[in-house]
């Protein structure tokens, strides 16, 4: 009874520590109690963090110093561009008097 108990608690750290990477934690969950707490714990450990390769676009760090959100579509824009690449709205810089 008490492996169960460990089994379980063991598969619920997984499931945290994957969904701390923003990786999906019911899956790694689930992946632990079918082949094994340990297992599934060293695969996501090996696993980059999703949120840092969210960070980059083309290469390029996305900071708040170099990027606002489309005020039309809310993607993320460069600071310094005219017109969003997404939606194709004209944007003012920030700072920026309107006429």
């Known amino acids: 009874m008490e492996v169960l108990i460990f089994w379980f608690a063991a598969s619920i750290v997984v499931g945290i520590i994957a969904s701390s990477k923003d990786r999906h934690g019911f899956g790694y969950f689930v992946l632990s109690m ?15 963090s999703l949120k840092e390769q ?6 390029e760090a996305i900071s708040p110093k170099t990027h606002v959100r489309c005020p039309d579509c809310r993607e993320l824009v460069r600071m310094d561009a005219r017109v969003c690449k997404h939606c194709g709205i004209a944007l003012r810089p920030l700072g920026a008097t309107p006429d």
């Open 54 to 59: 969210a960070a980059l676009i083309a290469g």
């Open 34 to 48: 079918i082949l094994s707490p340990l297992i599934a714990g060293i695969l996501v450990l090996a696993l980059p």
